[in-house]
């Protein structure tokens, strides 16, 4: 793997993920376990537990532009096992978070940080999903970013599926106060750590 | 029994069928729903991805909305919300500043006084001995494979809840109703969850495993107690078979399906008749 150092300074990140994920990276000792029972790691260019040795290492733009940090489903097994209850579900979502602000995502996962991006666009506006809308601005990114037709008709047939299911709906609900949802986002976003 | 209830976007959304299904059977079993007002997204994966401090204030706000009407308890049907509402739950009690500063952030007092249940929860709430003695149709021919996936018993040390290897509180509740229920691998592995529209090819790969599995340990149903896990399992379960050149027919039902139809309801009344995967 190439190691580029454009990101920011590595010292700097690897504190930032210990404080946004509540955890002591330097904990891990390497056994293993969250690999042996990540679903995803046979897919991964750095397994969980290469991801952390990364960050013990001083290499966080490595860990930041690793396609693995968006294949992670979150499926928390990595956490809940780890012998020294090092939070590895909770450094994914770190690296995640920064790795989206910064702008340094692999474009071969540009299509998972469009659809979260789009999602919390969606709640923001109408502080409950509308799945409609999401599928609509999910698809019209992803549209414009790689100009793929396959993409954006895939699924299409699956819309009167679900009519007759009577599990769509045209137009989906809000919260009544989307005020205060979006004061809640601006508190959010400012940047600062809580 | 009176508790608040906090449906989640999915179950007003494309999973309404679980709705339908947990509202008649608690109906009938005098549990009281009353629907939290003016709830928001607890910000799912989208939010713990991209802003932690959104994926706490997101649910701070919920649980101080449920708390402020003094209810004690909270159903939460999604594994999902329920996680992040118990997580957020947690941090502020374990944290006074943090407490504080959420509070100042979603303009309300968050407390945390108010307990975040899960389905099965619930149903273990109403006692086995009375789900037992209110069967009308006993499950008999029913060989169910439960299904926990992530995030019921996971990560651990927040849901607090069965045995995270090895949970059995799905399985007592089918063996009350008097059904069959296979021991098998995939009880607690990943269906995909939240990548159903981003990336479809890991919803087909780990969920074909879980149907997979399930049909070789003689299942002929599968049970779930997560709006995410039926999308991927049964409305996704076509294009899985398509995938990998096989043909599943597994029908996936909900927790309070089952529970219900033990109750008498027909499928109908359920919103059984709205999946995707009829019975075989």
């Known amino acids: 793997m190439k190691v580029e150092t454009v990101v920011s300074d590595s010292a700097s990140i690897v504190p930032l993920v210990e404080s946004l994920a509540h955890t002591r990276i330097r904990d891990c000792y390497q056994c293993g376990k969250c690999t042996a029972g990540c679903p995803m790691a046979a897919r991964m260019d750095a397994p969980p537990t290469r991801l952390i040795r990364l960050l013990q290492l001083g290499h966080a733009e490595t860990a930041l532009r690793a396609q693995a940090i968006w294949q992670c489903v979150s499926c928390q097994t990595c956490a809940t096992r780890c012998p020294k209850s090092v939070d590895c579900a909770g450094v994914m979502d770190a690296l995640r978070q920064l790795s989206a602000e910064r702008g340094v995502a692999t474009p071969a996962q540009q299509r998972i940080v469009l659809f979260q991006k789009a999602f919390l666009r969606n709640i923001r506006r109408n502080g409950r999903l509308n799945e409609l809308e999401l599928i609509a601005e999910f698809k019209l990114s992803t549209f414009l970013r790689g100009r793929s037709f396959s993409f954006l008709l895939k699924d299409a047939t699956l819309a009167p599926e679900l009519m007759k299911r009577k599990k769509f709906h045209l137009v989906g609900e809000k919260a009544h106060d989307r005020a205060v949802v979006a004061r809640i986002f601006a508190r959010c976003m400012d940047n600062s750590l809580l | ?280």
């Open chain 2, 1 to 280: 029994m009176n508790l608040a209830y906090y449906p989640g976007c999915a179950l007003h959304g494309s999973s309404n069928d679980y709705e339908q299904s947990l509202r008649v059977c608690l109906e009938t079993l005098d549990v009281q729903l009353k629907e939290i007002d003016d709830w928001i997204c607890c910000g799912a994966t989208a939010a713990h991805s991209l802003n932690q401090k959104l994926s706490l204030a997101l649910p701070a706000r919920n649980l101080a909305l449920a708390e402020n009407k003094g209810f004690q308890e909270m159903l939460a049907p999604c594994p999902m919300c329920s996680m992040q509402l118990l997580k957020a739950r947690k941090a502020l009690a374990e944290d006074e500043a943090l407490r504080r500063s959420v509070s100042e952030i979603v303009e309300l007092e968050v407390r945390g006084e108010t307990q975040v249940l899960n389905l099965i929860q619930l149903f273990e709430a109403i006692g086995l001995d009375r789900l037992k003695a209110a069967v009308k149709s006993p499950l008999g021919s029913m060989c169910a494979a439960c299904y926990y996936g992530c995030l019921l018993t996971r990560p651990a040390s927040v849901v607090e809840f069965d045995d995270s290897e090895q949970p059995r509180s799905m399985e007592k509740i089918l063996e009350a109703l008097g059904s069959k229920t296979v021991d098998w691998n995939y009880r607690t592995e990943c269906c995909g969850a939240g990548m159903t529209m981003a990336s479809e090819q890991t919803v087909l790969e780990l969920s074909h495993k879980i149907l997979s599995n399930a049909a070789a340990h003689g299942a002929n149903c599968l049970v779930v107690a997560c709006p995410m896990c039926h999308v991927n399992l049964d409305m996704k379960q076509v294009n899985i078979g398509r995938h990998f050149g096989v043909r599943h027919a597994m029908p996936i039902y909900y927790l309070s399906d089952v529970v219900g139809l033990a109750l008498g309801f027909k499928p109908e009344a359920l919103g059984i008749n709205r999946h995707f995967v009829g019975k075989a």
